[in-house]
T-cell receptor
Framework: AQTVTQSQPEMSVQEAETVTLSCTYD???????LFWYKQPPSRQMILVIR??????QNATENRFSVNFQKAAKSFSLKISDSQLGDAAMYFC???????????????FGKGTKLSVKP | NAGVTQTPKFQVLKTGQSMTLQCAQD?????MSWYRQDPGMGLRLIHY???????DQGEVPNGYNVSRSTTEDFPLRLLSAAPSQTSVYFC?????????????FGSGTRLTVV
């Protein structure tokens, strides 16, 4: 079974600085997708960025980028120029590339709470 | 607006009471899921469905029932609420054939069982 591990329960960053959130996963599959979700105090789950395992190029969305190391099964999220609005819980998630049954389910890490200091 | 609609947003139940959390999506997604979120535990899968008439158990199914009579709706039933079911519940949906799209989540239900 696949697992997702976020080893940093809490992180803190100064406004305008850069922070990296760690995520590792375990799978025997070669085809899969990885995601980072943001959950602000409003509780809404917001998709921040996604990565297809077959793509070597790291995904980027504005100030958010990932460092995808497939061999090491690592998928870290880098937030540049941190803003107060980035303060939230961040979840790393895995989804199999298969289409049957449970393969479509999202598997989550336990999350990292990010604080942004003004 | 297209998305996942989840109701209610808040609910307080007494131990032993039953209730249904409603979830509806208008994106014609095949996959629908229910998660519960507890502090320090991330989101854990309760039940999921890959299409109308098909449901299956997730990681923490005990005490919950689901059904999927239409593509749009996926209600979660608590038959006899227990304090251990105090949690935040999320419904989510995703297309089956495009895994990279990711799941769309409802706004969540905070349930307290006293």
């Amino acid at each position: 079974a696949q697992t997702v591990t976020q080893s940093q329960p809490e992180m803190s960053v100064q406004e305008a600085e850069t922070v990296t959130l760690s995520c590792t996963y375990d799978t025997s599959e070669s085809d899969y997708y990885l995601f980072w979700y943001k959950q602000p105090p409003s509780r809404q789950m917001i998709l921040v960025i996604r990565q297809e395992a077959y793509k070597q190029q790291n995904a980027t969305e504005n100030r958010f980028s990932v460092n995808f190391q497939k061999a090491a099964k690592s998928f870290s999220l880098k937030i540049s120029d941190s803003q107060l609005g980035d303060a939230a819980m961040y979840f790393c998630a895995y989804r199999s590339g298969g289409y049957g049954g449970s393969q479509g389910n999202l598997i989550f890490g336990k999350g990292t709470k990010l604080s942004v200091k003004p | 607006n297209a998305g996942v609609t989840q109701t209610p947003k808040f609910q307080v139940l007494k131990t032993g009471q039953s209730m249904t959390l409603q979830c509806a999506q208008d994106m014609n997604h095949e996959y629908m899921s229910w998660y519960r979120q507890d502090p320090g535990m991330g989101l854990r899968l309760i039940h999921y469905s890959v299409g109308a008439g098909i449901t299956d158990q997730g990681e923490v199914p005990n005490g919950y029932n689901v059904s999927r009579s239409t593509t749009e709706d996926f209600p979660l039933r608590l038959l006899s609420a227990a304090p251990s079911q105090t949690s935040v519940y999320f419904c989510a949906s995703a297309p089956r054939w495009t895994g990279g799209v990711g799941y769309t989540f409802g706004s969540g239900t905070r349930l307290t069982v006293v």
